[in-house]
T-cell receptor, first 114, second 112 residues
Framework: GAGVSQSPSNKVTEKGKDVELRCDPI?????LYWYRQRLGQGLEFLIY????????KSGLPSDRFSAERTGESVSTLTIQRTQQEDSAVYLC????????????FGPGTRLTVL | KQEVTQIPAALSVPEGENLVLNCSFT??????LQWFRQDPGKGLTSLLL?????REQTSGRLNASLDKSSGRSTLYIAASQPGDSATYLC???????????FGAGTQVVVTP
């Protein structure tokens, strides 16, 4: 496809379970970003990938959160032992890789932790 | 630390009126500023990207200005339509990694 895709679009899980969220960036985009938007709040940066490396993980809220990227393409955000406060929309964005480049966002994954 | 503020938080106008949305930021050393639209339950749609060296960008009925020295950007939407109802977000990049600092958004309702 031409845009950024994310899966699943919705995920409902029980507290304590692990979840994996997937992002497929635009082909050829070397930069990939994960953001989180909790209900009624602004978007928060989580992690940035340049290629397969993550030079900025400063936004990950706890060690329960991790992410990886392979083949300079797909990225997976993993949340272990989910908590109710992890409920949010998780958004992925990609760009060609320079700080001034336009970023394109995926539709997001809505995570609900019961 | 960069702070991004959007005023007003909400705005309701009758169809046909022009919309003026404001975004301010505290650190003028930005790489770029991008305006987005977000519809309920959806992701972000890019509207306009203004590089730090630019003063404005235009696309159709949309015009965005940038005044780095005063830390402000304004998004103008001419002749608003009910389909313009959405939340509008501005975001700035202030580091070389390109990560965004977002404002909280302005929720716009255009009434027929």
């Amino acid at each position: 496809g031409a845009g950024v895709s994310q899966s699943p679009s919705n995920k409902v899980t029980e507290k304590g379970k692990d979840v994996e969220l997937r992002c497929d960036p635009i082909s050829g985009h070397t930069a990939l970003y994960w953001y989180r938007q909790r209900l009624g709040q602004g978007l928060e940066f989580l992690i940035y990938f340049q290629g397969n490396s993550a030079p900025d993980k400063s936004g990950l809220p706890s060690d329960r959160f991790s992410a990886e990227r392979t083949g300079e393409s797909v990225s997976t955000l993993t949340i272990q032992r989910t908590q109710q406060e992890d409920s949010a929309v998780y958004l992925c964005a990609s760009s060609r890789g320079l700080a001034g480049d336009e970023q394109f966002f995926g539709p997001g994954t809505r995570l609900t932790v019961l | 630390k960069q702070e991004v503020t959007q005023i007003p938080a909400a705005l309701s106008v009758p169809e046909g009126e022009n919309l003026v949305l404001n975004c301010s930021f505290t650190d003028s050393a930005i790489y770029n500023l991008q305006w987005f639209r977000q519809d309920p339950g959806k992701g972000l749609t890019s509207l306009l990207l203004i590089q730090s060296s630019q003063r404005e960008q235009t696309s159709g009925r949309l015009n965005a200005s940038l005044d780095k020295s005063s830390g402000r950007s304004t998004l103008y939407i001419a002749a608003s339509q009910p389909g313009d109802s959405a939340t509008y977000l501005c975001a700035v990049v202030t580091d070389s990694w390109g990560k965004f600092q977002f404002g909280a958004g302005t929720q716009v309702v255009v009434t027929p």
